[in-house]
């Protein structure tokens, strides 16, 4: 067992651990976080991304160990007061989702992209998010969300809404 | 899957390192970036009693000058070589081929020496840093050595690196104004490379001085395209010239036949790629 120490959607954890155990089972089985999902458990599907210290991973392909210390944001710890962030308001008004299953995933990649390049162009976008697979939408939907979301989140664009990941 | 149980230690130092790797015997393993070596412990493709944790160890990070060479530390990461002025500016062949590995989230945390020691004949570093003539520096018990890329990569997923060594840093030397492009060759995003051309040439005066190309995927191994650096050096840059010069690419390449392509159709992409490749990094 390995004592860790995490900050997760902005509370602190203290837990042990095998060193076996990956970071999407620890936020799942141990924090109860299954708004983050397991698709492929190939590292593939990008279903399972989460930021870790602002960056956007794979939390099947990272050991829960290797978060010791470390900062992570999961797709449930977007939401302030009640308000969808305006990715996860672009995806519901832009019907970017059919099963949902790769929601959580597109949306954390997503936001990672946009944190990174504000005004992404059509082909930057499908590259931005080439790690996160659906299987439903044919992507036309989740590219518009996202570009949607870049034109609400653009300083000065008239909804109030929190901007970047809130990590 | 779930891995199988295993220990696990985080180092703080390259000696540290070293010790428990010699400590934790033949079933010792190093985690780097972990984007190939944690699905491998998902699939159960591998079964180590101790695995060694690189992550914590601050100077196996970040890219530095050292005289006429720039030396990466084995644990920076894809991301930060992308973004790396220094590497944009001297070793341009290495960031270009860096983005197109994978997609953002395993960039984000899969790492430049990981992936050399990783050593799969599909991924996209081990050609350019062959082509690149780069150094590999290698820590064991009795210190530090230095192996030639000519001579680090042995065999599919086998390099030079010892059972209890570490691979620390990667050193290139300077291509300063030369221009460089790493054509892949893939069938869908985030797929591996079915052939990919690494390139990097330099142009004075409208004659192509000096070219290097490395070959991923015609073998087991990177190989030098040696046929089309010594047919293209001294020639005037054309689109022609650089056509004929790259059918000279898959000889001596022995590459396998498997569900993405037959060895002769991968022939046919080394030659196809490596024109395209050039022209790209010499326009």
Redesign the interface.
Known sequence: M?RIRTTVDGLVYEDDV?????LV?YLRERLGKTGTVIGC????C?AC?VH?DG????S????A??ANGSEVLTVEGLERDGQLHPVQQAFHDNHALQCGYCTPGMIM?SI??LGDNPDPSEQEVRE?I???LCRCTGYQNIVRAVQDAAQKMKPGASQAAPVGGGA | MIPASFDYVRPTSVAEAVQALADGGDDAKILAGGQSFIPVLRLRMGDPSLVVDLGGIAELRGVREEGDKIVVGAMTTHHDVTRDDLLNQHVKLISEATKTVADFQVRHRGTLGGALAHADPAGDLAAPALALDAEFVIAGANGERTVAASDFFEDYFTTAIGPQEILTAIRFPKYTGWGARYEKFNRVAQAWSIVAVAATVKVEGGSITDARIGLTNMAGVPVRARGVESALVGQTMSEETVRAAAQAAAEGTSPTSDADAGSDYREHLAKVLTGRAVLAAAG
Do not use: I, W
């Not at chain 1, 095998?18 to 990956?22: A, G, K, Q, V």
């Open positions: 390995a095998e060193p076996r155990m990956l089972q458990d190939t590292s593939n990008g991304t870790l960056l956007s991973v794979k099947c392909s990272v050991l160990v290797q990649q990672d992209l931005g080439e790690g996160n």
